[in-house]
């Protein structure tokens, strides 16, 4: 079993950056592709960015490619999502995903992350 928690998240205005990040406990972190989603109230959860095991791999979301940055530090069991250039539609609540053995086509798709951790609000005002 995995825990992920998150922080990180706030209120900014646009323009501003944010750093979130997610920290894993129960497993071995190295084995696991991790993922940031987000869900905005009334709209479903939405992929943003995933990396793989050893962090040799990144996807990004159209959204949000050139302003977000996905790294992980498997030393630490954490993975951070740097976040530049923030707009108001980037307001959401940010989760972490964790998955094993995913294939790449399926990075985007929540349904491949087992462990979810309990989101961390990003607010950005104009």
């Known amino acids: 079993q995995v825990q992920l928690v998150e922080s990180g998240g706030g209120s900014v205005q646009a323009g501003n950056s944010l750093r979130l990040s997610c920290t894993a406990s129960?497993?071995?972190?190295?084995?696991?592709?991790m993922a940031w989603f987000r869900q905005a109230p009334g709209k479903e959860r939405e992929f943003i960015s995933a990396?793989?095991?050893?962090?040799?791999?990144?996807i990004y979301a159209d959204s949000v490619k050139g302003r977000f940055t996905i790294s992980r530090d498997n030393a630490k069991n954490t993975v951070y999502l740097q976040m530049n250039g923030l707009t108001p539609e980037d307001t959401a609540v940010y989760y972490c995903?964790?998955?094993?053995?995913?294939?790449?086509?399926?990075?985007?798709?929540?349904?491949?992350?087992?462990?979810w951790g309990q989101g961390t609000q990003v607010t950005v005002s104009s």
């Open positions: 995903g964790a998955g094993q053995r995913i294939i790449l086509s399926s990075l985007r798709r929540d349904s491949a992350y087992v462990y």
């Open positions: 129960g497993g071995t972190f190295s084995s696991y592709a």
């Open positions: 990396i793989r095991e050893r962090g040799g791999t990144t």
